[in-house]
């Protein structure tokens, strides 16, 4: 019921920046809330931010400072400004979208396609 499609993904020199966006589309009523995750080689999966359909955000200890993540509602995208990369801000960055669905107000997660970003040293 919703595709999400990631873009921005580069290889950048640390202490560069990287803009990540994410678009929903599909059949859908509302999105809550979207986020951005990412998994680095040998690392689980983490939440790196989040951000509620009302402009509510919270982010990974790791990122605080650094990234800012933020939501157009009018054209279902989110976006993730990536600031002072460091090397081990490299990982897959996957784009993660709560939705209600279906009139009985079914809810789902749904999962973009992830985007690399590399941080050279």
């Known amino acids: 019921q919703v595709q999400l499609v990631e873009s921005g993904g580069a290889l950048v020199q640390a202490g560069g920046s990287l803009r990540l966006s994410c678009a929903a589309s599909g059949s859908f009523f509302s999105i809550d809330v979207m986020g951005w995750y990412r998994q680095a080689p040998g690392k689980q999966r983490e939440l790196v931010a989040a951000?509620?359909?009302?402009?509510?955000?919270n982010y990974a200890d790791s990122v605080k400072g650094r990234f800012t993540i933020s939501r157009d509602n009018a054209k279902n995208t989110v976006y993730l400004q990536m600031n002072s990369l460091k090397p081990e801000d490299t990982a897959v960055y996957s784009c993660n979208a709560q939705a209600v669905y279906s009139t009985l107000y079914v809810k789902g997660n749904f999962w973009g396609q992830g985007t690399q970003v590399t941080v050279s040293s």
């Open positions: 951000i509620t359909s009302g402009g509510s955000t």
